[in-house]
């Protein structure tokens, strides 16, 4: 299973709701990443997860949550969003040898904040 | 810090055409490289990566890249593009024990009939 999946596929909120990301993956990865990323333009990284401890955090806003409950799961607590914040979200993850630097990304979730 | 250019925004080719999509890095030691390719709505698919030893690398879809350490450069290659390669095209970099990628701008190809 070389796969990342990624629920919902799209969600729509209004800024006063509270949702989540999930995340999944069964490659053994041990470090997972989220991604926010704009139309036309680059993933901008916001957060690492190492061995399930949050090791980078990109100066993201409270209003975004990360969690990583075990080896294969993250998610991404969202409250009181902005319109600005719509975008794809982007997961992935990448093992932790020393000679394996890909990271593997899922298919995006498709966030619209009202 | 690294950093990778992606000179092209946007390329047009006819389908059947061959192409080439230019990235350079800049980073002080031999880097690892990476061309990612995105179609519209979709996640990044990784086409190709070097590490290290042969300097022309194959990937999947028929895709190839070169290292030239001289020319801090990874351009990416196709001999005959088809239609389903319209996409979004990422260069990426990271270095040892980083774990970042930093992505160049992209490079949007379009194909025509």
């Known amino acids: 299973d070389t796969e990342v999946t990624q629920t919902p596929k799209h969600l729509v909120m209004g800024m006063t709701n509270k949702k989540s990301l999930k995340c999944e993956q069964h490659m053994g990865h041990r470090a997972m990443y989220w991604y926010k990323q704009k139309a036309k333009k680059p993933p901008e990284l916001m957060f690492v997860y190492s061995y399930e401890k949050l090791s980078i955090n990109e100066s993201v806003p409270s209003r975004f949550s990360p969690e990583c409950p075990n080896s294969s799961l993250l998610n991404l607590h969202l409250h009181a969003l902005q319109p600005e914040d719509s975008a794809l979200y982007l997961c992935?993850?990448?093992?932790?040898?020393?000679?394996?630097?890909?990271?593997?990304f899922g298919p995006g979730t498709r966030l619209t904040v009202t | 810090a690294q950093s990778v250019t992606q000179p092209d925004i946007h390329i047009t080719v006819s389908e059947g055409a061959s192409l080439e999509l230019r990235c350079n890095y800049s980073?002080?030691?031999?880097?690892?490289l990476f061309w990612y390719v995105q179609s519209p709505g979709q996640g990044l698919q990784l086409l190709l990566k070097?590490?290290?030893?042969?300097?022309l690398v194959q990937g999947i879809k028929g895709f190839e890249a070169e290292f030239k350490r001289s020319q801090s450069s990874f351009n990416l290659r196709k001999p005959s593009v088809h239609w389903s390669d319209a996409a979004e095209y990422f260069c990426a970099v990271s270095s040892p024990n980083d774990y970042k990628l930093s992505f160049g701008a992209g490079t949007t190809v379009t194909v025509r009939a």
């Open positions: 992935a993850s990448r093992r932790q040898d020393a000679w394996d630097y890909e990271q593997y």
């Open positions: 980073y002080g030691a031999t880097p690892y």
């Open positions: 070097y590490f290290s030893g042969d300097t």
